[in-house]
């Protein structure tokens, strides 16, 4: 059976907040979990992030990835974060499912037909690699995106084509902050120069594909859990792996996977 759970574990800072890194009292501060609690992240960094910090990240790019370039998944696997709804009850809430070829123009038949009729399959946007990995200037502006599919199996509409959409620049930045937080969670302020990734999320520069892109090189990853988080050293880079929906991968049997890959400073 396909896990929907990972790994839960609490982490405590040093009484300032992961982003501003200005000093609070506890009741100042609210937990920060590092993967949403939206998707089942169950990693959180107690008393992480002011109140300030907090509504900055989730009003301009956390939101509107979940409810956006997340949704499929989410509904499909039932993820819901604290909210105590029951979800989308018709497909008419999903993005749109044509029997055809191509949808770009809208070309094809609009299907009408039960929520649980919904196609069991959903795609996330993959990026080329950090542009620092790189030593390419990628800035803000994405560049020959990709898409990797996930399958979950089960009853649903098959050979039909979804519109999904994607907003693409609040996804990646989400990326960042997931790699970000684990570093600072893990390792704290000791082991690497986190100035430039903090001055992205932070909002004081927008090059996000600078930091974030996803592996050169296939990599051999568990898929025991629905997520998984790992570290690797590239040059004098420290980076960290975000595998999303690990346990939901689409091919069937195997653990090579494409997962993004955080920049988050130079390693001291």
């Not at 390419?136 to 009853?155: E, H």
């Not at 986190?194 to 996803?214: K, P």
């Amino acid at each position: 059976m396909r896990s929907l759970a990972m790994r839960k574990q609490n982490y405590y800072l040093d009484g300032r907040c992961v982003f501003c890194r200005k000093s609070f009292t506890q009741a100042e501060l609210t937990d920060e979990h590092i993967i949403p609690e939206a998707i089942n992240g169950s990693l959180v960094i107690r008393h992480g992030s002011c109140k300030e910090c907090a509504t900055r990240s989730n009003q301009e790019y956390e939101n509107q990835a979940l409810n956006v370039d997340l949704k499929v998944p989410r509904v499909l696997l039932g993820l819901r974060g604290k909210s105590k709804g029951s979800g989308p009850r018709d497909a008419r809430h999903m993005p749109e499912v044509f029997a055809g070829d191509s949808v770009m123009g809208g070309e094809g038949k609009r299907l009408d037909f039960p929520i649980e009729d919904y196609p069991k399959h959903f795609s996330l946007v993959q990026f080329s690699q950090a542009g620092l990995l790189v030593g390419i200037d990628r800035g803000a502006t994405l560049v020959s995106p990709r898409v990797a599919f996930f399958n979950l199996g089960g009853n649903g509409l098959e050979n039909v084509r979804t519109r999904v959409p994607f907003i693409i620049g609040p996804f990646a930045m989400m990326i960042a902050k997931i790699g970000y937080c684990y570093a600072m969670a893990e390792y704290g302020d000791d082991y690497f120069d986190a100035t430039d990734i903090r001055a992205l999320l932070m909002g004081t520069r927008d090059d996000v594909y600078n930091f974030v892109g996803n592996v050169e090189n296939p990599e051999r990853l568990s898929t025991r859990h629905l997520h998984g988080l790992y570290f690797r050293r590239r040059a004098e880079w420290l980076t960290v792996l975000v595998h999303l929906f690990a346990s939901c991968h689409s091919q069937q049997g195997t653990n090579i996977c494409n997962p993004y890959e955080v920049v988050v400073g130079r390693a001291l």
